[in-house]
């Protein structure tokens, strides 16, 4: 099992920055594909970011590409996600995810992770 703990939420005003913060234990973190999703009032959750077990390889959504990123610390266990020129639309509860099952980029993107946080709110203001 992987446990997964999400932070750094918050109430932005729109154009202001915020980064989520995910520490995980139970499993080698190198050996995690980890990603962000999040899920907005009313509408199902969606993909938002992944990256690779090493950090090297990175996918966005496009409706975040350009202003979100994520990144890892493989020695502090946590990644990241840097959201920057924030807007209304990005209000969401966001969740952190993983999975060590070496799948496909686009296997998560559609399928989603094996393992969830319980996820953090971000709400954004105009």
């Known amino acids: 099992q992987v446990q997964l703990v999400e932070s750094g939420g918050g109430s932005v005003r729109a154009g202001e920055s915020l980064r989520l913060s995910c520490l995980a234990s139970?499993?080698?973190?190198?050996?995690?594909?980890m990603g962000w999703f999040r899920q907005a009032p009313g509408k199902e959750r969606e993909f938002v970011a992944h990256?690779?077990?090493?950090?090297?390889?990175?996918i966005y959504a496009d409706s975040v590409k350009g202003r979100f990123t994520i990144s890892r610390d493989n020695a502090k266990n946590t990644v990241y996600l840097q959201m920057n020129s924030l807007k209304p639309e990005d209000t969401a509860i966001y969740y952190c995810?993983?999975?060590?099952?070496?799948?496909?980029?686009?296997?998560?993107?559609?399928?989603?992770?094996?393992?969830w946080g319980k996820g953090t709110l971000v709400t954004v203001s105009s």
């Open positions: 995810a993983a999975d060590s099952r070496h799948y496909s980029e686009t296997y998560y993107v559609k399928y989603g992770m094996d393992f």
């Open positions: 139970g499993r080698t973190f190198s050996s995690l594909d």
């Open positions: 990256s690779s077990r090493s950090g090297g390889s990175t």
